[in-house]
């Protein structure tokens, strides 16, 4: 086992991830580096986006219906402009981009990435964490421009998955599949440090994360197991109620301190719903993370999102996410068990 210090650089720690695969060509690797420059420059932009013209909306919908904000276009194309000619990468998949995004013809390399630009957009203006969600698949298609069905593929096929918030300080996190680890940017060297070395996720907690506002739409079990959460008797205390509003950041504290975070379906938007949360560059990247440091990902009809077949790039899927305790709490909630 490589030794672990503290204070190694997030390409180091990459670098020693490739040694536990004999059989890497230091692709991914390099599509992982080039990702880490990415996130030191949109990390930049946001920390001075008060000062730069970068704040407020670009009037433009996204596919989502959402209104984009300048600092998403920025994330969009920052991400889109480092991976389309890196060489790794055959296809790209966008929460900010309708279909499948094209690399820079003769730079098609052997892995496909999904990526949130910036989750928890409704916070750029007001100073709130934000980040950047990925996922990174093997091709499946022979050679050339890749196409959906290298997208498309189930969350147990990602070769890598993590996040970058950008918080009181700039923190990546992410796995190859041999545990997780967090990077703390330096910005005075423009590095990213070990800081979060084999990140485990608390077995249980005293978070809940969720929209409290939905709550007169919830489905029963959904209501039972958070008003459960909120009384005494189960045994850990009262839980606290701790909802950013931006996927990354809900979920980066819950890895750390333990939680559980909740975005299921309701009777508003009915059992056809599938909740908001994307499965391809929110819900199935953070299943990858939640698992590799022992906590669990289920919908609320109790699949397990690493098993979900996506049907589409957009798909939405109903999360629920965090410490292992919490989330078999939940199932048993599902399931009519309490
Ligand atoms: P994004 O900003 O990438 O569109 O994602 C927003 C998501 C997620 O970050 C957050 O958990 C959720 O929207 C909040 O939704 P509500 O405002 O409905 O609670
Ligand atoms: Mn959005
Ligand atoms: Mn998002
Ligand atoms: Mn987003």
Not at 122 to 135: E, L, Y
Not at 223 to 239: C, M, S, V
Request: include cysteine; proline fraction near 3%; aromatic fraction near 8%.
């Amino acid at each position: 086992m490589l030794v672990k210090r503290k204070g190694i650089t997030v390409s180091r720690q990459i670098m020693d991830d490739q040694r536990l695969h004999p059989e890497a060509t230091g692709e991914l690797t390099s599509l992982l580096n080039d990702l880490v420059v990415a996130g030191k420059i949109i990390s930049a932009e946001v920390n001075m986006a008060g000062l730069a013209d970068i704040l407020g909306q670009s009037g433009r919908t996204n596919i989502q219906g959402e209104n984009v904000q300048k600092l998403d276009v920025f994330a969009n194309q920052t991400i889109k402009r480092r991976m389309e000619q890196c060489g790794h990468v055959c296809v790209m998949a966008s929460e900010e981009e309708d279909d499948i995004i094209p690399v820079l013809d003769g730079y098609e390399g052997n892995y496909t990435i999904a990526f949130d630009p910036l989750d928890g957009s409704t916070n750029i203006d007001v100073n709130v964490s934000i980040g950047t969600i990925f996922s990174i698949h093997r091709r499946i298609s022979p050679s050339g421009q890749g196409n959906a069905q290298d997208l498309l593929q189930k969350g147990t096929q990602q070769v890598a998955a993590g996040y970058i918030i950008y918080g009181s300080s700039t923190v990546m996190v992410y796995t190859t599949g041999s545990g997780v680890h967090g990077f703390t940017l330096d910005p005075s060297v423009g590095e990213f440090f070990l800081s979060h070395p084999d990140i485990k996720i608390p077995e249980t907690s005293l978070y809940y994360s969720v929209n409290e506002a939905y709550a007169d739409h919830w489905f029963d079990s959904t209501r039972n197991f958070i008003n459960y959460l909120k009384r005494a008797d189960g045994g850990n205390g009262p839980y606290s109620l701790r909802y950013i509003g931006s996927l990354v950041a809900d979920f980066h504290r819950n890895l750390i301190k333990g939680g559980i975070f909740l975005y299921t379906r309701d009777k508003k938007s009915g059992e056809k719903s599938e909740g908001k949360l994307r499965l391809l560059y929110e819900a199935a990247p953070l299943a990858l993370i939640v698992e590799q440091a022992g906590g669990r990902a289920i919908t609320d009809d109790g699949r397990r999102i690493l098993d979900i077949e996506p049907k589409n790039l957009h798909q939405r899927v109903p999360l629920i996410i965090g410490s292992r305790r919490d989330v078999d709490l939940a199932e048993k909630f599902l399931r009519g068990e309490m």
